[in-house]
């Protein structure tokens, strides 16, 4: 029993070190964050006692133990896109956009509403800072390799002026307007699962059609199953004034706690306006390149909380 209480401290004391590291944005990356997790886990590898839990272990589930979890809360899935559907080469472009966005913002913005018509745009660079210039024309050369967009060129100093036009085909037109952010959600997910220092059986399914105890139907975005925790995620590239207090209702009857609920945004308020919405709505506003780092807390502070049970 002695050895046991040591073993459990030793592994508080290890996720105390990790969530100290969380709480340091300033001068702390996400990789250094993993590499540190990895040191904690290692060391306590080393001892053959370490519960079978902490192994690094993950699996995925079949995606009817999400649909019979939200069943428990009289919520019918009535149509979900298949996997086969889901495309490596659009998640790789997702993953660049959510990370840099606000590198690529301005061309993003442009390209976006350049879909409302068949014209083209022109882009002045003059004034955008090196990285900008570089990760927008990255940007533009990914869409164009995928046809999405149908015309692009950089015209380099002294005009530093980019020209584009969009592709308004149905696949191009799902995917800037918004589809792009949810496969963001998705893959920074399956990213933090994957770094997690426990044991994880988790399930996802985007865009499902559901049915709520009323009857109304409803899409959500993006839903996760961790460890028997449903955390749904909706991810906006526009507006969002209209949405939040229906989210805010659904979220009640899909039983989420407003811990596991999110909001991600391209735009983000001001921290007051944030503060108050989610205090009024009950949900958790992140803009998109934050998302990475409050998902890593949320889940990391899941297995604090879960080892604190198994000492009690």
């Known amino acids: 029993m002695q050895d046991s209480n040591i073993l459990l401290e030793r592994i508080a004391t290890a996720l105390e070190k990790i969530a100290l590291i969380l709480e340091d944005k300033t001068n702390t990356s996400l ?11 290692s060391s306590l590898e080393e001892d053959s006692e370490v519960p079978t839990i902490l192994k690094n272990e993950k699996k995925e589930v079949d995606v009817h133990i999400l649909i019979e979890k939200l069943a428990e809360n ?8 298949e996997r086969e559907q889901e495309n490596s080469e659009l998640d790789n472009l997702s993953q660049f956009m959510g990370s840099r966005f606000s590198d ?14 068949s014209a083209g745009f022109h882009l002045d660079m003059k004034t955008f800072s090196q990285s900008s210039v570089s990760y927008s024309c990255q940007l533009c050369t990914m869409l164009y390799k995928i046809a999405f967009l149908s015309e692009y060129k950089y015209l380099k100093s002294p005009r530093y002026s980019l020209h584009a036009t969009p592709n308004r085909i149905p696949m191009a037109i799902n995917f800037l307007t918004g589809h792009w952010l949810e496969y963001f959600v998705k893959l920074t997910i399956l990213s933090v ?12 399914v985007i865009n499902p059609q559901i049915i709520l105890p009323n009857g109304d139907d ?23 004034q209209n949405y939040i207090d229906k989210y805010s209702k659904v979220a009640k009857k899909l039983n989420v706690m ?28 992140i803009q998109v390149e934050e998302f ?21």
């Open 193 to 204: 699962i994957n770094r997690l220092p426990c044991k994880v059986e988790y399930s996802y």
């Open 104 to 117: 690529i913002k301005v061309v993003y913005e442009k390209i976006k509403r350049s879909l409302n018509s």
């Open 258 to 285: 407003s811990e596991r609920m999110f909001m991600v945004l391209t735009e983000i308020p001001s921290q007051d306006i944030t503060r108050i919405l989610e205090k009024n709505f009950g949900i958790q506003i």
């Open 218 to 240: 409803f899409e959500l975005d993006v839903v996760f199953l961790i460890n028997g925790n449903i955390y749904w995620i909706e991810a906006k590239t526009g507006a969002y």
């Open 292 to 312: 990475e780092r409050k998902m890593t807390e949320v889940l990391t502070c899941e297995v604090i909380s879960n080892n604190d049970k198994e000492k009690n």
């Open 74 to 81: 009289r919520i019918a899935v009535k149509t979900y896109p």
């Open 31 to 41: 990789s250094i964050v993993a590499e540190h997790v990895n040191n904690e886990i």
